[in-house]
């Protein structure tokens, strides 16, 4: 079945430092690939995606290529801020045999900004 | 506009107690999920539904009811709650179940904690 490996946090960076978040994925056909955030007490919400090979997504300063070759989906910001302190979640969506969307999501990166 | 609401925002139950955990959306959209997140293991699909009446089973459905009498509404069922369902459970939402490339929108959260 689909899986999603990122990497084991918690992330703890200095404000405007570079920040990257590894993100592999194994599926079978061509998913669509997503970056999903969450605040504190909050529920997740999406920050990017990509629906194929080599799709860059990109928003708020964050980008993430999805690159088939090598099947992983790296999530990227050039200058983080501590308000970027949440945790980042992984995702891929792809269909059944049913037909159906079903959406698989890595574990989690917790990123730590601090001033 | 609302997005997706969930209703109570924390819950504390002992065992054998049953509740229901609310979910509505107002987007119109056809494809509903609730998921359990849990440390180190991220989002675990319970039980979804692809329109009004038409429910299925996700990855971890055991000890969960789920009906979908309405479009909007989208409730999970716990029948005799156990310590091990502490966790804190997301609902979520798509436009179509058809489409890989649809945003999940996802509630709040309900925080509970089984005795």
């Known amino acids: 079945g689909n899986s999603v490996t990122q990497m084991e946090g918690p992330v703890t960076l200095s404000e405007e430092a570079f920040l990257t978040i590894n993100c592999t994925y194994t599926?079978?056909?061509?998913?669509?690939l997503f970056w999903y955030v969450q605040y504190p007490g909050e529920g997740l919400q999406l920050l990017l995606k990509a629906t194929k090979a080599d799709d860059k997504g990109s928003n708020k300063g964050f980008e993430a290529t999805y690159r088939k070759e090598t099947t992983s989906f790296h999530l990227e910001k050039g200058s983080v801020q501590v308000s970027d302190s949440a945790v980042y979640f992984c995702a891929l969506s792809g269909t059944t045999t049913g037909g159906y969307q079903k959406v698989t999501f890595g574990t989690g990166t917790k990123l730590q900004v601090i001033p | 506009n609302a997005g997706v609401t969930q209703t109570p925002k924390f819950q504390v139950l002992k065992t054998g107690q049953s509740m229901t955990l609310q979910c509505a959306q107002d987007m119109n959209h056809e494809y509903m999920s609730w998921y359990r997140q849990d440390p180190g293991m991220g989002l675990r699909l319970i039980h979804y539904s692809v329109g009004a009446g038409i429910t299925d089973q996700g990855e971890v459905p055991n000890g969960y009811n789920v009906s979908r009498s309405t479009t909007e509404d989208f409730p999970l069922r716990l029948l005799s709650a156990a310590p091990s369902q502490t966790s804190v459970y997301f609902c979520?939402?798509?436009?179509?179940?058809?489409?890989?490339?649809?945003?999940?929108?996802f509630g709040p959260g309900t925080r509970l904690t089984v005795l």
């Open positions: 599926a079978t056909g061509y998913p669509s």
């Open positions: 979520a939402s798509s436009s179509t179940w058809r489409q890989q490339t649809d945003t999940q929108y």
